[in-house]
């Protein structure tokens, strides 16, 4: 198995993008070390490490849109920060910046000749974010999920741990990677692995607390549609407080959320943080209002995201750790990188020195 997947260095790590993917992320990196333990048991010391997992920042992806060079190389050292403080270990998992393995770039280029506009043009991510004007948007922010795609292709991916917004891209990715095979390389000795996303059932999607229509995101420009993995207990619980509700009490069993997408999210945020199901919680809190919801909710998440945010503040300000951790990792992602480019350069008859 090899588990690859990445975030974006803007804004803030939120509560979205740790329930929807860096908790998975966390989780596959260790049950890949308990695999791992497992073969090299069975297999004595000389026994391969099979099982890897790969975590980036894309901070190329982040160059599709307006940005502040400064605040980029900023954001990067801090993103890695708030992945090490939610259990991202560098020593056990490779971790680096796009940026610093120029493979993704190049096989970007090479892809580009596969990918076909119509696949580009129905990817609902370039059409929320250029809206009606995308003759003025970058040709990096369509071209976009085929750097998505090299991403995972160049390590031959077999699992994407990804929120619900991500799976179109991956399919995409499937798509491309598919069409080189047929029409580059031989049935038995295919370049690319076909990556399979791993979405989380219960938090696959989570919303913002101010409209439970629109999902929680780094881009949102109210503060209060999302909770900051680096807030303080203070403010998690004004958030929460504040969260958009209806006038209704829970109901006792998931069917009374239907329509009631505000509810429906929180429930579903409690969900995921206690580790039980919707059904569960309704069946403790149903007939609750929200004054009684709300602080058990908030209470629940500075429960859990104390602990990352100590982590994350004792951190943060260490440049030199995080710069090492980021060199270190870009060092082992180039030279994993290295056979699939190659074969990708061979397969399109392009001769490299
Ligand atoms: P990004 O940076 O927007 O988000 C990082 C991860 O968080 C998930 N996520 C969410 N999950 C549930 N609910 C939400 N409200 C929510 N918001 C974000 C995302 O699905 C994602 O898994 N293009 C990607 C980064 C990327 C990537 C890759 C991912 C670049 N190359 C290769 C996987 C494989 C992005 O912008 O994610």
Redo the contacts with the bound molecule.
Sequence with gaps: MRV?????P?GNL?L??Y????RNWVRMQDEMEEANRAQAAEGGSAAKKLNECLF?L?DL?AISQPHVPAELKAATLEMTAALVACGIDPRRSVLFNQAQVPAHAELQWLLSGTARMGWLGRMTQWKDKAGKNREGQSVALFS?PV??AA??LLYQATH???????KQ??ELARDIAQKFNNDFASEDSPVFTLPEPIIPPG?????SLRDGTA????SDPSEMSRINLSDDADEIMRKVRKAKTDPEPLPSEAAGLDGRPEALNLVTIYAALAGQSVEAVLGEHGGQGFGAFKPALGELMVEVLAPIATRFNELRHDRESLDAILVRGASKAREWAAPTLSAAYNALGLVRP
């Excluded at 690859?4 to 974006?8: D, K, L, R, T």
């Excluded at 329930?19 to 860096?22: K, P, S, V, Y």
């Excluded at 994407?160 to 991500?166: K, L, R, T, Y």
């Excluded at 938090?203 to 919303?207: K, Q, T, V």
């Design positions: 690859v997947s990445g975030i974006q803007t939120h979205g993008n329930l929807g993917a860096i980036f894309a992806h976009y750097l998505q991403d995972v994407v741990p990804v929120g619900e917004d991500q891209h991956l938090a696959a999607r989570i919303m999902k929680m995101s780094k």
